[in-house]
Structures are given as structure tokens and as C-alpha cells.
């Protein structure tokens, strides 16, 4: 296995956060372990280890890299549809939910996704938060398959019984050198930085480290996931940057070499001029290397109705590939560029669908694929009848504020009923219903604005959220 010492350079640790749900890090107090950084262990909701909620119990399933089949979104959507609220919701890494569940509900809703063969492993369902493009292995200029680093590196999580035991906020992040998904908050990255070439990084810090195969890279991310799960042992860390010595800690354990902290390209490995990267959100229509498209839209409120899914897993009768897209939306991939013409050797009234089709259809269920619409940047908590601490309908403000704006305008904003700002997007501003004061959200880098409904004016929010490429240029550089 090839290494390499990155620049040289002292990246401090970061301070440690509160948790986002109020848990004591503090020590001396009753009942409260000093040295640890948490007190328990994380209660991020799974397959079958669902959370409670006002509308009953929720179900998060993993999707290493946003990948499902549309045999499993059909699955999906039927035991939403008959043992919870028939909706299915997106988060901020590409996962699903599925809401209002029974005890008895979960344990069937296990049973049938994993037939379907979205739980591939109970005792690891948790730890497979991988976050990729969803563009990997069709991107153009990819430097690896991003896909295939993806399917190996579940595999890996998935047969090593020590991995078990990470907590459900750890963060994985495969990024192929195209659309820029890894950043400082994903514990252990895979980022390529030449072609062939993959570098590690822990918290966004680099390692020094490098694989020059799927095998060599995949290796190198479970090893530094191993040694996080003996790092954290008397800290209680649930991420990377937690740790008493924070990510030099990690580094040090690894053998890497002198540290250096960023968020962008520019590891040496001798390969080409890094390039400068900003834009972390695709929507339109996108040109993949094999000269076919995919279509990436947005998903309102991140929230998927039954009409919504069986349009999407409608498409996989034409071949067409799905993935979750880690801003809450859907992209429609390996759509060819025809405009329903008839095809010649087929049979007679059979037309091919593409992209006009595809743009269509999804635009007919309120699954807008303009890269202008104004759903763009928007997000929202559960809010009131979903969440136990919430006192208002902040999904409907989000409505009313995209109501009132005819294209994105380079705003993002979260709506949210309290002061947590559940699945806040890095780098959005807070709006609080109640004009609480927002502090910045424990799972997020950006400060946040706080303001009120109605009349907010948010404050316009810098790259890399909400960006979005044209098509022409999906990619910089």
C-alpha cells in the first residue's frame, strides 16, 4: 500500500460541542462520569431501532450512498403505505424515514426491507452512513468509481463485528473528485485526489495516507474506523473531532504523516494542479460520461408521497437508475437524450423514454428538476404533530416562504420549531417560529441567523450550501 506525508502543517482540535439533545458533557456533576465527552450512547434511530415521536415510532433505513433499486423503493413504499404515515422522508445524508409506526410495525417493517435487501446486517444497520455523489460511477472527470468504493466499503462496515459498536452519527463520505461531498464533519473520508488515487482524512484533516485500489482504500477507512472505536473507549466520542486529542489523535494511531486541515482539494501526491471546488448541490438535467443524462430534482420539504414514489420507481421499467441525493432530492440517471420517438426494431407503438419524459413526469407530481425553482435551499423540521417539541406548523412557513418567491434567490433557510434545528443543512439560516434565539446547530459548521415568521428576511448564505451547477458545468475546473 502506497503512503505518502501530506504538507506539513498543525491542525488544531476542534472544541467539543454540546449534544444537539442536551445531554450533561460536563463533569464533577451526580451521575456524570468525568473524562467522557458523552454521557450515553446515541439514540440516532434505525432500521429496527426506531425513535419515539407525537405521530408514533421512526424508522431511519440507510442508503450507503443513496443507492435503492426500484424493486426496493417499491417496498419501501408499500410498508410505508401500510404500517406507517404512507409518506417516506429524505435527511441531509441521503437516508430514509418512514413515520407513524407500531412496536408490532417495526418489527415487520425489518423483516420485509430486509428481504428487500435494504438490512443487509442488524447489528450493523446503524454505521452504514456512507455519503457519496449521486452521480458516482457516471460522473464525467471522475477520478475513481465512486460507486464501486461505495459497495466495497459497506461490505467492509458490514463484516467487521468491532465496527458495531461506532455510534449512528458516525460519518462516512466517498467522494470521487467530482461533486464535492466529504467535508471536515464526516469522520473518515475517502477523497480522490488523482486518478486511481484516494486519499484518507479524518475529520477533514489528511492523513498522509493513500490507496491506489478500491481494496487498499477501503482498508484504510476501516482501519481508522477501528481505531476511533478504542480512541473513543473512555471519552464516549461519538465523532472524530470529540476526541481528547481530536483528529492529530487519530492520525498518530494511523502512522500518518504531519496533519494539515481543509475542505477542499490540494492533497500532493504528485498528480495533477488540485482544483478548485465549491458547489455540493446538482439540479437539473446533468450529463453523465457515458453520453446518457440524469435528471436531479428537488424534493419539497425532503418528504416523498405514495404519487411521488410510484412515478420514481415507475422509471426502473425503463432501466433507469435511482439514487437519494444528500440534499434531500432524487436523481433519475442513465436517461438517454431522445424525445419520445418511435425506435426503430421495436415493437410497433413502443416509444422510448427520456429525458422530456422523465423531466415531465416528475415536475407533474410537484418534483421540480429547475435548477431557478424556488424549493431550492428550503428545509424544514417535523414541526408540530410530529415532533414531542414542537409548537408550530413550520412546514407550512416553509410553504408560505416559497410562496412568496418566484426563483432561488441564493437564500437557504431551515424552518424549525425550536432552538435544535433538527436537520439544518450546513450552512443555512436558522428561522425559529417562536423568535427563540438560535444557537448553531451542534451538527452543522455555520453560524446560524436567527429570525422570525412571518417577514424574515434571511441573510443570503455563502458556498458551499445552496449552490447549484448548470449543466453545462456540473463539475469546476
Known amino acids: ?22 445531554s450533561p458533557t460536563t463533569t464533577g456533576a451526580s451521575g456524570v462520569v468525568p473524562g467522557r465527552v458523552r454521557q450515553r450512547a446515541d439514540a440516532c434511530p434505525g432500521t429496527v431501532d426506531a425513535a419515539p415521536a407525537d405521530d408514533g415510532l421512526v424508522a431511519r433505513v440507510r442508503l450507503p450512498g443513496g443507492r435503492i433499486s426500484p424493486a426496493q423503493l417499491t417496498e419501501l413504499a408499500a410498508v410505508a403505505a401500510t404500517l406507517g404515515t404512507g409518506s417516506v422522508d429524505l435527511t441531509a445524508r441521503a437516508n430514509v424515514q418512514v413515520r407513524g409506526l407500531s412496536a408490532d410495525g417495526v418489527g415487520e417493517l425489518g423483516r420485509r426491507l430486509a428481504r428487500a435487501g435494504l438490512l443487509p446486517s442488524p447489528t450493523h444497520d446503524r454505521v452504514r452512513n456512507i455519503v457519496a455523489s449521486p452521480f458516482a460511477g457516471r460522473a464525467p472527470g471522475a477520478l475513481v468509481d465512486g460507486d464501486e468504493l461505495v459497495t466495497s466499503l459497506d461490505a467492509a462496515l458490514c463484516a467487521d463485528p468491532e465496527l458495531a459498536s461506532l455510534s449512528g452519527r458516525f460519518q462516512f463520505a466517498v467522494d470521487d473528485g467530482t461533486l464535492p461531498v466529504a467535508t471536515a464533519r464526516h469522520d473518515v473520508a475517502l477523497v480522490a485526489v488523482a486518478p486511481g488515487v484516494v486519499a484518507l482524512r479524518v475529520a477533514g484533516v489528511d492523513t498522509g495516507l493513500y490507496g491506489t485500489s478500491p481494496h487498499e482504500a477501503v482498508t484504510l477507512a476501516t482501519a481508522a474506523a477501528r481505531a476511533f472505536v478504542r480512541a473513543s473507549e473512555a471519552s464516549g466520542a461519538w465523532h472524530v473531532r470529540e476526541l481528547p486529542g481530536g483528529a492529530e489523535e487519530l492520525v498518530a494511531a494511523l502512522g500518518g ?35 446518457r443524462l440524469g435528471i436531479s430534482a428537488l424534493v419539497p420539504l425532503g418528504r416523498l408521497t405514495q404519487a411521488h414514489l410510484a412515478v420514481l420507481a415507475g422509471f426502473g421499467a425503463h432501466g433507469f437508475r435511482l439514487r437519494i441525493a444528500p440534499w434531500r432530492g432524487v436523481v433519475v440517471g442513465d436517461v438517454p437524450e431522445v424525445e419520445g420517438r418511435e425506435v426503430g426494431g421495436r415493437e410497433v407503438g413502443v416509444r422510448e423514454v427520456g429525458v422530456r419524459e422523465v423531466v415531465a413526469a416528475l415536475d407533474a407530481v410537484g418534483l421540480p428538476s429547475d435548477p431557478g425553482s424556488p424549493w431550492l435551499g428550503v428545509s424544514a423540521c417535523s414541526g408540530l404533530g410530529e415532533c414531542r417539541r414542537a409548537g408550530a406548523d413550520v412546514r407550512s412557513l416553509a410553504r408560505d ?21 433538527c436537520g439544518r443543512p450546513s450552512g443555512a439560516s436558522l428561522v425559529l417560529a ?25 441573510t443570503r448564505s455563502e458556498p458551499p450550501y445552496p449552490a447549484h451547477l448548470e449543466r453545462s458545468s456540473w463539475t469546476t475546473g
Open 1 to 22: 500500500m502506497d503512503s505518502m506525508a501530506g504538507s506539513p502543517g498543525a491542525a488544531a482540535a476542534r472544541p467539543i460541542e454540546p449534544p444537539a439533545d442536551g
Open 257 to 291: 504523516g504531519p496533519v494539515r486541515s481543509h475542505e477542499s482539494d490540494g492533497a500532493s501526491h504528485g498528480g495533477p494542479a488540485p482544483r478548485t471546488r465549491q458547489k455540493r448541490v446538482a439540479v437539473g438535467v446533468l450529463p453523465q460520461a457515458d453520453g
Open 401 to 421: 416562504f416559497v410562496a412568496r418567491r418566484s426563483h432561488d434567490d441564493g437564500t437557504a433557510v431551515h424552518f424549525a420549531a425550536c432552538e435544535r434545528g
Open 434 to 458: 417562536d423568535g427563540a434565539f438560535a444557537e448553531t446547530d451542534a451538527e452543522t459548521d455555520a453560524d446560524a441567523d436567527a429570525a422570525t415568521m412571518p417577514g424574515v428576511s434571511p
